[in-house]
């Protein structure tokens, strides 16, 4: 599957969450609405005749008008808009341009229900009065402030699952970090190349946003192939991988290419703004850590253990050996290996502090795309 067609996946998807989980709250919320309408006498004609099934039915095809509406225009339009925007401006934005979509889909769902209505057929409203009738009546009031606040929970939802990363939000929520415990996972330790030198030219402003971009280009790549950002340590960039996501369809492989072929599509867009397009290494290794969460006034979910030296030990050994990527031999092994990717063997050597040696390759650049 290729790159635009696997992002182009996760959008729909995402737009499809959105929409099946506003429909579990609207048939929810109708069995609510439906006796609080019947019991206080509002909306006329429209509340008395509206049966218990007819309300669920109403109320899940506004939920998936505007799941729909609201979800593709989230995924694919409006986060671009509000990507660098303070977080409670991108809330209230979103929420007030949101809200306004949603006041429309129900007039709509409204008029299509009231055509249908004995006093429209029979000519003593017009559509137009009949749905007003209704729109204007306190229990749509109801309606519009729960709604609002369904697409306010649903937004901080959103901006806190980018700020955890893929699984982080759902492992804090349930506590899985709570207490430390053991897992395998593949880390790439992604370094800026020149940070010194460029951070020199471009003064720290500038420099801020290079490295700002870079990164948002590196993350685009990680999401796509299940990976997760561990931590920023200046220039550098720490990935990993839960074992099984890192060796499906060999992931973390086709991350670190895809992170070269964007960084070569935008290689213009860089010259143009800084004058400079972004050169990096990474050095690949796996093994088991510890995870949990850690702190008292901050609290991070952090992984230990040796790994994450040796790791970072690899990568520091590009230069040495002049090439962008270095991967140990252990790991190479467990990769079900794509023909149109190859990879050398290095060299044999022993890290300071190891009591055996180790084996290093890189990871070439793909035959084909």
Known sequence: MSYKSLKYKQKILKVVVITIAWQVVAIAYAYYMHAFLITMGEGGEFAVSLSLWRSIFYTFLSATFAGLVVGSAEVFFVKKLFRKKPFFVTVIGKSLLYFVLMLAIFYLVLAIYASGQQSVISGQLTIFQATSQVFLSSSIVFDLIFWALVMILTFIFLQFSEKFGPGG???????????????????????LRDSTAIAEKLGHVQYFSFLNDFFTDVA??????????????????????????????????????????????RKETYQDKYEIVPRYKAGFFHGEVTAGQIGAMKKEVVFTGDVLNTGSRIQEKCNFYGVDNLIHKGLLKFIDFPSYYTYRFVDTLRLKGKKSNIELYTLCQPNQD
């Open 169 to 191: 939000l759902s492992g804090y929520i349930f506590g899985k970090y709570h207490r430390p415990h053991k897992e395998t996972r593949i880390f790439m330790f992604l370094d």
């Open 220 to 265: 685009d790549s990680v999401m796509l192939f299940k990976g997760e950002i561990y931590q920023y340590v200046g220039d550098e960039v720490v990935v990993s991988w839960k074992l099984d996501d890192g060796l499906k369809n060999a992931n973390f492989v086709r991350c670190w290419f895809d992170i070269q072929q964007r960084i070569r599509k």
